[in-house]
């Protein structure tokens, strides 16, 4: 027992939320409008040498409707080894040109401010979606490097695991950083071979993130660049969070630019505070306001959100309550 440990730990996250764009109104509770709710359990054992096991396992949950579809580990599913060397991990999980993303947006991935752009080819404009970069992979084994003075880094590669191409649908990405001293800067890459929805085209992805902690500030920089099939969406957002009372002010603004097609750029606005009733609760509030050029139909990262008809304008608010336990 002493050498062995397993935690149970989860997220629960709800909130009112109203969304509107023309012609459409959505009133409801929406899941996860600050953090996504889930559920896991970890553990990690003791092997001696400095060598130790650990698995991760842990899957998204709807607070709204208890996930009437049926739960399943589909968040994070992973055994690893952990040593000196950094760890190895197989299973389930993140993509590194995903983790950038969240970690150096304001309202990470989720929400009515969420960041919504892991997939930015296929959320473009007005079309049928692609299958491009991934939020997460399976049939992955990670490599991460073990503490060097604030460097950080992670490569990842997840086998496709078709009958006829190995190679088909597979993932391969990698992320480098550095953070000491209040500042956090890092990048990342990703390749998907064949795609998911067409095959024999590559669809390719960059990020670069930096944020700076400064007293109670912290502004944040993000430029990433999704690329395929004669397409390419570029995203822009500067951001900043600040501490405020018992609470976070959270604001950011984001840009979309359709560099193969014209008319179908956005851009979107959001403003938040989260108040900490205690260590593991806040209540939050958040408004956003997206507009759409002419072609272009993105929605807000609320599961929640409708998908607008290309051209038109969002508007949103919420107000929830998160518990970490």
Do not use: C
């Amino acid at each position: 027992m002493a050498q062995s440990s397993v935690t149970l730990f989860g997220v629960a996250d709800v909130s009112v939320a109203h969304i509107s764009t023309s012609g459409k109104s959505v009133t409801g509770l929406a899941n996860g409008g600050n953090s996504s709710s889930r559920l896991g359990f970890r553990g990690v054992e003791d092997l001696g040498g400095g060598l130790k096991a650990g698995f991760w396992l842990e899957g998204g949950l709807s607070v709204d409707d208890g996930t009437a579809s049926g739960f399943k580990f589909d968040r994070r599913s992973t055994l690893s080894l952990n040593g000196n060397f950094g760890e190895l991990r197989l299973g389930r999980d993140k993509t590194p040109a995903y983790q950038n993303l969240e970690s150096f947006h304001a309202f990470a991935d989720t929400g009515m401010g969420g960041i919504n752009g892991h997939n930015l080819i296929s959320s473009s404009s007005a079309g049928t979606p692609e299958g491009s970069n991934p939020k997460r992979v399976s049939n992955s084994v990670s490599y991460l490097l073990p503490a060097m003075g604030g460097v950080y880094g992670q490569v990842t590669h997840s086998f496709g695991e078709q009958n006829d191409d190995n190679s088909l649908s597979s993932n391969t990405g990698g992320r480098v950083g550095y953070s000491a001293n209040g500042l956090n800067v890092a990048a990342a890459f990703g390749i998907v071979r064949g795609g998911t929805a067409t095959a024999g085209v590559d669809y390719k992805t960059y990020n670069l993130g930096a944020s700076y902690k400064f007293g109670a500030f912290t502004p944040m920089l993000l430029v990433a660049s999704d690329r395929g099939n004669d397409r390419r969406v570029d995203l822009y957002s500067f951001g900043v969070k600040m501490a405020l009372g018992k609470g976070e002010l959270r604001a950011a603004y984001s840009m979309y630019e359709n560099k193969k097609q014209d008319d179908a750029d956005s851009q979107r606005l959001a403003l938040g505070y989260g108040y900490q009733l205690s260590k593991r609760t806040e209540v939050y509030a958040a408004v956003a306001h997206m507009r759409n050029d002419r072609l272009a139909t993105r929605k807000f990262a609320s599961a929640l959100s409708p998908t607008p008809n290309a051209g038109n304008k969002l508007t949103g608010y919420e107000i929830g309550l998160r518990h970490n336990f």
